[in-house]
T-cell receptor, first 110, second 114 residues
Framework: RKEVEQDPGPFNVPEGATVAFNCTYSNSASQSFFWYRQDCRKEPKLLMSVYSSGNEDGRFTAQLNRASQYISLLIRDSKLSDSATYLCVVRSSNTGKLIFGQGTTLQVKP | DTAVSQTPKYLVTQMGNDKSIKCEQNLGHDTMYWYKQDSKKFLKIMFSYNNKELIINETVPNRFSPKSPDKAHLNLHINSLELGDSAVYFC?????????????FGSGTQLSVL
């Protein structure tokens, strides 16, 4: 089992839709969680950290469920510019390394 | 100013050649990384340096040798290139660990081995 798993998609949604991605992680002792965004042929960039109590940044909401070992990203009112690959990232408590998921691709259509 | 810059952006070379990729960060970070992103888009860590000291060395063939002359630079030298080395290589630097850690990536080097 991979340490961090995501559904690669693609998720095709119309503008204005609400879309949610999940990511599961295998190490229950993992401490830090993040969502990164990667545009086609570009480098990944931090979208948001994920806090235990959940957190929101504009149209983006991140949640952490430690019992079920998953994190989620909710995007409301999707824009064309949200089209990208969203990477789930978990810090391994054993090694301190940041482990990246494969990414979930989102395509927002007009 | 570009925070993390790596060169070259594209590298096309023949099998068996030796090549280098350079990386520099002007953010004052102590920690730098090399990641490899394969055709399936998985980003895997290769090396991590903290203040010029190697702290993470994944199971990477010893044909790959990182060099950090100072904490602002982390170069990657690859000997005897193989077809399977074709990938995008990203350099990154970090502002430290914890929940607020943020990785800053370079724009990537697309390596194609023919």
């Amino acid at each position: 089992r991979k340490e961090v798993e995501q559904d690669p998609g693609p998720f095709n949604v119309p503008e204005g839709a609400t879309v949610a991605f999940n990511c599961t992680y295998s190490n229950s002792a993992s401490q830090s969680f993040f969502w990164y965004r990667q545009d086609c042929r570009k480098e990944p960039k931090l979208l948001m950290s994920v806090y235990s109590s959940g957190n929101e940044d504009g149209r983006f909401t991140a949640q952490l469920n430690r019992a079920s070992q998953y994190i989620s990203l909710l995007i409301r009112d999707s824009k064309l510019s949200d089209s990208a690959t969203y990477l789930c990232v978990v810090r391994s408590s054993n090694t301190g390394k940041l482990i990246f998921g494969q990414g979930t691709t989102l395509q927002v259509k007009p | 100013d570009t925070a993390v810059s790596q060169t070259p952006k594209y590298l096309v070379t023949q099998m068996g050649n030796d090549k280098s990729i350079k990386c520099e960060q002007n953010l004052g970070h102590d920690t730098m990384y090399w990641y490899k992103q394969d055709s399936k888009k998985f980003l895997k860590i290769m090396f991590s340096y903290n203040n010029k000291e190697l702290i993470i060395n994944e199971t990477v063939p010893n044909r790959f040798s990182p060099k950090s002359p100072d904490k602002a630079h982390l170069n990657l030298h690859i000997n005897s290139l193989e077809l399977g080395d074709s990938a995008v290589y990203f350099c990154a630097s970090s502002n430290g660990g914890g929940t607020n850690e943020k990785l800053f990536f370079g724009s990537g080097t697309q390596l194609s081995v023919l």
